[in-house]
């Protein structure tokens, strides 16, 4: 086990506040060490943000924790039970190849759950090994990265470690551990498990546990179980519109991946769309495309309801009573959407003020780069910047039209050029993680090469600087005969 100075070296300040709910949300768990732990990335500014020693995460003691095989004797230890409908099915589920150190006080008070990804069999890992593979842990790294780099709420990565173990799956794999930092690993699977599994009491005690860590200006308030829904509603339609401004497909939005913090999490079969079309699917099991681009929102709502169903006891005593309220509730998500969507899609646009036709502007230049197939973030970047007018539909007399309308659109608002031009460089990102950079990066890593990981990860933590040695990245791949697919990362 860490001693104690060896701790206090580390940055390490635990709490275990979930700890306090009743035992049949956690199990405790007996580490599974790894053979020949080993570095491969770690997110320094992170560490410095919230309390961590860098230096001392790379020593051998604090690679040893990172990867699972030390002990931190303030730490929980832990994996937490959930529930979940995966693709519309219920099912039980829990944390089956990961471990909760502790909760991390940082230096100005914040709390951040830390959190072991594949490491090792846990109660529920339903016959699996428990175990990671070094590509899909890198590729969570990357994203979710450049997802914080947008301004993009979400889980975000600590480190990578390797195991020096080979994983099974449908070849030899390089094993793999990521730490990942979260406000919180509350899920709506997780009220889902309580109201399914438990009673009552145990959803009440959770959703209590829940308002006083992530909505303590509710904690109070007499209405307060319908509010903690309205809130979480509130952060899901603010979500889900940023995720569609960048073109980000989540591929997987079960309800036990989605947080009641409004955190973007699990980077499995995530991918960013190049070209502009509404119905693009990247997941390989994502077969009916459910979880397809366009439906973003309206999955999450259809989440949402089966969270707001499992507050129906703690909302009102009468069951159609707390179903009116709840459905009330819910009913104010799509124009919450939308008004998130489109204050995003104006700024992109430069448009600071309100009119009636904006709505139409914006959907007539997707209706036009979805026709000509247009990428969806260099379109911006066009517009931005007033480059590759010559191509595509830039040069359609439909584009013509269509720019004749925004330009007098334009003029219609006190705000110069330039403050234009300023807000839509801050509102359009240079550069995603494009999904064969990210090929490429995760490739070049598993030849043992990290160059190529380290040059994206330089380049897509800052995605609104729009400098020179970011228009590579922003090059297309060639074309394909056969779609771009992901994988749920194992």
Not at 301 to 329: H, S, T
């Amino acid at each position: 086990m860490t001693n104690k100075k060896e701790i206090i070296e580390m940055g390490w300040n635990l709490d275990n506040s979930y700890l306090t709910l009743p035992k049949s949300f956690f199990t405790k768990i007996n580490l599974n060490p790894v053979t020949s732990p080993k570095l491969v990335i770690l997110n320094y500014p992170l560490a410095k943000s919230i309390g961590l020693d860098s230096d001392a995460l790379k020593t051998k003691e604090g690679v040893s924790v990172l990867a699972g095989n030390e002990n931190i004797e303030e730490g929980a230890f832990i994996a937490q039970a959930y529930a979940g409908h995966q693709f519309g099915n219920f099912t039980m589920l829990g944390d089956g190849r990961a471990v909760l150190i502790g909760e991390q006080i940082t230096p100005s008070g914040e709390r951040y759950d830390i959190q072991l990804k594949g490491s090792g069999r846990t109660p529920y890992s339903r016959g699996g090994d428990g175990r990671a593979v070094l590509g899909p842990m890198l590729r969570e790294y990357i994203i979710s990265e450049a997802m914080y780099g947008f301004g993009i709420p979400t889980t975000r990565s600590l480190a990578v470690v390797k195991t020096g173990e080979v994983v099974y799956r449908e070849t030899k794999k390089e094993g793999a551990i990521l730490t990942r930092v979260a406000a919180s690993h509350i899920r709506f699977g997780t009220f889902e498990y309580a109201a399914r599994f438990g009673d009552t009491k145990q959803v009440k005690e959770l959703a209590d546990y829940t308002i006083k860590r992530h909505f303590t200006n509710i904690d109070d308030n007499e209405n307060k179980y319908i509010n903690l829904l309205k809130e979480v509603i509130k952060k899901h339609a603010s979500l889900v519109a940023k995720w569609q401004s960048v073109g980000f497909i989540h591929g997987v939005m079960n309800t036990d991946n989605m947080t009641i913090s409004g955190e973007t999490i699990d980077y499995g079969p995530c991918a960013f769309m190049d070209n502009y079309n509404p119905d693009t699917v990247f997941s390989s099991i994502d077969r009916n495309g459910r979880y397809a681009y366009k439906n973003q929102p309206s999955m999450a709502m259809w989440n949402l309801c089966r969270f707001a169903e499992a507050l129906l006891p703690l909302i009102d005593e009468n069951q159609d009573k707390a179903i009116k309220i709840a459905q009330e509730a819910i009913s104010d998500f799509s124009e919450l959407h939308y008004t998130n969507w489109i204050s995003i899609m104006k700024s992109k646009l430069g448009i600071f003020n309100e009119e009636a036709q904006d709505k139409a502007i914006i959907e007539d230049l997707l209706s036009m780069m979805e026709k000509y197939s247009e990428d969806y973030t260099n379109t911006f970047i066009s517009l931005t910047f007033d480059k590759n007018k010559d191509k595509g539909m830039f040069a359609s007399p439909e584009f013509d039209n269509w720019n004749n309308i925004w330009q007098e659109r334009l003029t219609r608002q006190p705000q110069s050029k330039e403050e234009v031009h300023q807000m839509m460089q801050k509102s359009n990102p240079a550069v995603i993680p494009r999904n064969h950079r990210v090929e490429e990066a995760i490739e070049a890593a598993d030849r043992g090469d990290f160059n190529v990981l380290r040059k994206l990860l330089e380049v897509i933590s800052r995605p609104y600087e729009h400098s020179k040695d970011q228009e590579e990245y922003t090059k297309l791949p060639k074309r394909s005969s056969c779609g771009y697919k992901t994988y749920c990362g194992t």
